[in-house]
């Protein structure tokens, strides 16, 4: 049990369609962060939140991807017009005040 | 900006030997540094982790070692077993700021029976 659900597991969709994924820590944690992983790497940082506030997003977030921590608790990653490149894992940890990170089991993207 | 390396990128070894990774960190600032199992379709598990203000900490077979001088910190597994058998990544932070990880491009373990 790593402490946050993420949904869906897998998603194949078309490219050019919009996707949402979800991450849901069992806990309370004030920082949430999503990362992505292709095939062969380490994760990569996309985007940070504490509490509620995004306070930072990598240069890797285009203005096609949005991502939201409405009450500081879930949070949700979106995709519009995807594309093959985005085909990747994507992974959601949330934080302590400390600085350790558990991630979740991930949404892997399929974009055909 | 902050960059880690990792080597080496596919390790074997016999049971019961030891498995040593290293990473190599660039920004000085960096001050934290967890280590990561990952197992085929899942998300990386913390193994264990490491601050700058201690050079070595161990967890029953797991192993980390720092040295802050020359920015490289080595992951050290003993008695390897065959559910050892994974993905292993590096990763670099600092407390100042997000925490956000800078991860290796990871090792890929087999521990052959």
């Known amino acids: 049990d790593t402490g946050v659900s993420q949904n869906p597991r897998h998603k194949i969709t078309k490219r050019g369609q919009n996707v949402t994924f979800r991450c849901d820590p069992i806990?309370?944690?004030?920082?949430l962060y999503w990362y992505r992983q292709t095939l062969g790497q380490g994760p990569e940082f996309l985007t940070y939140f504490q509490n509620e506030a995004q306070l930072e997003k990598s240069r890797l977030l285009s203005d096609r991807f949005s991502a939201e921590r409405p009450k500081g608790s879930f949070s949700t990653l979106e995709i519009q017009r995807t594309e093959q490149g985005d085909s990747a894992m994507y992974l959601c940890?949330?934080?302590?005040?400390?600085?350790?990170?558990?991630f979740g089991q991930g949404t892997r993207l399929t974009v055909v | 900006g902050e960059n880690v390396e990792q080597h080496p990128s596919t390790l074997s070894v016999q049971e019961g030997d030891s498995a040593v990774i290293k990473c190599t960190y660039s920004?000085?600032?960096?001050?934290?540094f967890p280590w990561y199992k990952q197992e085929l379709g899942k998300g990386p598990q913390l193994i264990i982790d490491?601050?700058?203000?201690?050079g070595e900490k161990k967890d029953q077979r797991i192993a980390v070692t720092l040295n802050k001088t020359a920015k490289h910190f080595s992951l050290h597994i003993t008695e390897t077993q065959p559910e050892d058998s994974a993905v292993y990544f590096c990763a670099a932070s600092w407390a100042s700021g997000t925490y956000k990880y800078i991860f290796g491009t990871g090792t890929r373990l087999k521990v052959l029976a």
């Open positions: 490491i601050r700058s203000n201690v």
């Open positions: 940890a949330p934080g302590t005040g400390k600085a350790e990170a558990f």
């Open positions: 920004d000085s600032a960096s001050n934290y």
């Open positions: 806990s309370e944690h004030n920082r």
